[in-house]
């Protein structure tokens, strides 16, 4: 059996030199964003492994992952379906058709046993037997389980393959079902849009045969060289995100100027995909800077997640206005209500206060002596004077006789206090002195003097 060919064979027998090879290494790992060293590793694979054997197969689709591969520009499609794989069999494009494409592939399903990669654009429909879809006259979804039993991964291009799209869209009368839930004993990476992005169909082939291995995925199964950010991360309506500044009707002011399209139903902040970095059209453009929102033809269940034009109702990050429309209003009624709360605790504070200065007053009253006793001065008390506690609220001494000495009592019980409470004494406890008797003076004198 003849050797298959390498890629290297392939471009030096149509005549190109190794400093092109060389430069067309250089140039396709700078695009797929393999590194400066990755030029050397892709020149070696290329050299020395053998074109790797593609089946490319069709279920319910539209053919656009098809159309969008055949556009690619780094590396060009010729370079990857003429040079880098062997794309043995694909009833789109191929020239034989009928028994003899049958037979094509089943010649390279049996020589390549184990070795080949089986590329699936759209889905398998389950309902009824899987009449819905037939290929080869067999149901898709009996001739998709043969071909993978000997496939050494399997590649889901497109949103029909890796999620189902439309076609399962509710209430998904032909149960049509993505790849994974029908194959699970085998690698599958997804490669999801509606189409994918040209270059980034062209990136994982050129991966696999490069290093040999799958790309590194996430943990819905996609390649995170192109699907590790959101499109909302590097878009270059980003800073009018962030400034408030968006698009209210198309054509106003804001779309003219190039502002954030939120309002008007853009899904970048939650879509994952390669549009505003690898673009399309070779880099061109992508439909956000087209002037259309991004609809998330990437992410699962797009098709039944409402109108493109209605507007996402949170955004999940870190930072970023919730709502944009009330944005300003959430923090100014933040701050209002911080404002607020402290001025009621304030006023709060203040009534309890007065409330408490009247209740001592109205029991200060209440234990008013009958009668008042003169005081002296603390100027003129006498050396031999007896003391007494005065409450601070009574405001006058209690009937009680005065104590003839100094306490440090925490509280002292008026006798005439209707409620029985004691008036607790404090810092403020006013400090009265009655004349005592003088050495010659009676006892009636005396108790004249504390009358």
């Known amino acids: ?125 389950l309902n009824e037997d899987g009449m819905f879809c037939i290929d080869g006259g067999r149901p898709f979804v009996e001739k998709l389980k043969y071909v993978a039993e000997d496939a050494m991964a399997i590649i889901a291009w497109g949103a029909c393959a890796s999620w189902g799209c439309v076609q399962a869209a509710k209430p998904n009368p032909t149960q049509a079902t993505p790849i994974d839930k029908v194959i699970r004993d085998k690698p599958i990476i997804k490669v999801p849009g509606c189409p994918p992005i040209a270059e980034v169909m062209t990136g994982v082939v050129t991966f696999i045969t490069t290093f040999g291995r799958l790309p590194e995925l996430d943990r819905q199964g996609r390649p995170k060289m192109f699907y590790s950010q959101r499109i909302h991360d590097k878009c270059y309506r980003r800073p009018h995100f962030d400034a408030g500044q968006f698009v209210e009707e198309w054509d106003d002011e804001g779309a003219r100027n190039g502002y954030c399209l939120y309002k008007m139903g853009c899904r970048g902040p939650t879509t994952y995909n390669a549009c505003s970095t690898v673009r399309w059209n070779g880099g061109v453009s992508f439909p956000i800077q087209s002037g259309h929102g991004c609809i998330g033809c990437s992410e699962d269940g797009f098709w039944d997640k409402g109108s493109f034009y209605d507007r996402l109702a949170t955004i999940n990050q870190f930072g970023i206005e919730a709502n944009a429309d009330r944005i300003g209003m959430t923090v100014a009624g933040v701050i209002g209500g911080a404002i607020a709360a402290h001025a009621a605790i304030t006023a709060v504070k203040r009534v309890t206060t007065k409330r408490e200065k009247t209740a001592f007053k109205t029991l200060g009253r209440e234990h008013l002596c009958q009668s008042k006793r003169p005081t002296a001065s603390r100027s003129t008390i006498p050396a031999n004077a007896s003391w007494s506690i005065r409450s601070p609220v009574s405001k006058a001494i209690c009937g009680s006789r005065s104590m003839s000495t100094p306490t440090t009592s925490s509280a002292t019980r008026c006798p005439l206090a209707r409620c029985g409470a004691a008036s607790k004494s404090s810092s403020r406890t006013a400090i009265r002195a009655t004349p005592g008797p003088s050495p010659s003076g009676s006892a009636a004198s005396a108790r004249a003097r504390m009358r």
């Open 1 to 125: 059996m003849r050797k298959t060919e390498t890629f290297y064979d392939v471009i030096r027998r149509q005549g190109i030199t190794r400093r092109s090879f060389i430069k067309f290494c250089s140039l396709t790992a700078a695009s797929l964003g393999f590194g400066p060293d990755a030029k050397t590793a892709m020149a070696e694979a290329l050299e020395t492994k053998e074109r790797v054997p593609v089946i490319w197969m069709h279920g319910l689709e539209c053919t656009c992952c098809s159309e969008s591969f055949i556009r690619s520009a780094h590396p060009l499609v010729k370079d990857v379906v003429l040079s880098m794989i062997s794309l043995d069999y694909d009833d789109t494009i191929m020239v034989a058709a009928g028994h003899q494409a049958e037979a094509i592939l089943e010649e390279t399903k049996q020589k390549y046993k184990g070795k080949y990669i089986l590329a699936v654009e759209g889905n398998p429909p």
